[in-house]
């Protein structure tokens, strides 16, 4: 799986759009971009994948460039609840089946 | 309610006693996996099963093991537990990762001393 870059943390007040980066240059054609997020104490939440196409979901949006070497996850706005830790992923397509392999992450911290 | 049921939430065990955490989910799914994450840090991959009766290693095996024996579980064991096992432990099962992603357990706070 390629590897990830995230800035260790961000900060975002509450109702605006929340713009999460991730860097994944060595992505390779068949690998998928994931996001997941933890919120403090919880298990780890799927938020959302694309392969290159701009993908929406209930929860968020996620834009992948046109070579595909960048990512941002977009919360389009913002709440308490979105305080948490963001986690970017790249695997191959198909490859769910061996457990996931976890970064750092990002430490979204939304302001009131 | 469906989901990823991780028990126990908290255990202390003393050093060198052995314990199994249990995992069972009800979504009938054929992927599951085993992960612990130490303060600050994220996941790191334990042992993962593709099916009933198929495991294998991840990143992080040393001093577990893990059998499936059926879909539904997936139970973790601690050998001879160490202080260094002290971790927050999360199960995770999907049924096609690239069509809906994994489902985590709420997790088991294990501290040995």
């Known amino acids: 799986d390629a590897k990830t870059t995230q800035p260790p943390s961000m900060d975002c007040a509450e109702g605006r759009a929340a713009n999460l980066p991730c860097n994944h240059s060595?992505?390779?054609?068949?690998?998928?971009v994931y996001w997941y997020r933890q919120i403090h104490s919880q298990g780890p939440q799927y938020i959302i994948h694309g392969l290159k196409n701009n993908e929406t979901n209930e929860m968020a949006s996620l834009i992948i460039t046109e070579d595909r070497k960048s990512s941002t996850l977009i919360l389009p706005h913002a709440t308490l609840r979105d305080t948490a830790v963001y986690y970017c992923i790249v695997r191959v397509e198909g490859g769910g089946a061996d457990g996931l392999t976890f970064g750092k992450g990002t430490h979204l911290i939304i302001q009131p | 309610n469906a989901g990823v049921t991780q028990t126990p939430k908290f255990q202390v065990l003393k050093t060198g006693q052995s314990m199994t955490l249990q995992c069972a989910q009800d979504?009938?799914?054929?992927?599951m996996s085993w992960y612990r994450q130490d303060p600050g840090m994220g996941l790191r991959l334990i042992h993962y099963?593709?099916?009933?009766?198929?495991?294998d290693q991840g990143e992080v095996p040393n001093g577990y093991n893990v059998s499936r024996s059926t879909t539904e579980d997936f139970p973790l064991r601690l050998l001879s537990a160490a202080p260094s096992q002290t971790s927050v432990y999360f199960c995770?099962?999907?049924?096609?990762?690239?069509?809906?992603?994994?489902?985590f357990g709420s997790g088991t706070r294990l501290t040995v001393v």
């Open positions: 995770a099962s999907s049924y096609s990762e690239t069509q809906y992603g994994y489902t």
């Open positions: 979504m009938n799914h054929e992927y």
């Open positions: 060595t992505i390779s054609g068949n690998e998928y």
């Open positions: 099963s593709v099916g009933a009766g198929i495991t």
